[in-house]
């Protein structure tokens, strides 16, 4: 079994900063991709940004030039930071994690989710 634990939310003003951080732990062979995802009252889960084990990321075009994620794959850990907040910015964040586990038959990969962590953005 794996758990992800997401950690770094909060409230914050219009224009500053939050760095959330997403732990993984359990029976982990290898993780491919990590990421982070967001849902808004009333709205779909939405992409946020999502980094292979290579380095190579995404983003959604609204927070292009805002987010940066990042992971340390040493310790299975992936970070999204934040700059220039805005109220639309608001929701809860849950990191995502496709991860490896070995049993003698071989790899087993599977989804994992976070519980989730709120952020919210005052104007």
């Known amino acids: 079994q794996v758990q992800l634990a997401e950690s770094g939310g909060g409230l914050v003003q219009a224009g500053g900063s939050l760095r959330l951080s997403c732990v993984a732990s359990?029976?982990?062979?290898?993780?491919?991709?990590m990421g982070w995802y967001r849902q808004a009252p009333g709205l779909q889960r939405e992409l946020v940004a999502s980094?292979?084990?290579?380095?190579?990321?995404n983003y959604a075009d609204s927070v292009k030039g805002r987010f940066t994620i990042s992971r340390d794959n040493a310790k299975n850990t992936v970070y999204l930071q934040m700059n220039s907040l805005k109220p639309e910015d608001t929701a809860v964040y849950s990191c995502?994690?496709?991860?490896?586990?070995?049993?003698?038959?071989?790899?087993?990969?599977?989804?994992?989710w976070g519980q989730g962590t709120r952020v919210t953005v005052s104007s």
């Open positions: 995502n994690a496709l991860v490896g586990t070995a049993y003698s038959s071989g790899i087993e990969w599977q989804n994992y």
């Open positions: 359990g029976s982990i062979f290898s993780i491919n991709t």
């Open positions: 980094t292979m084990r290579g380095g190579s990321t």
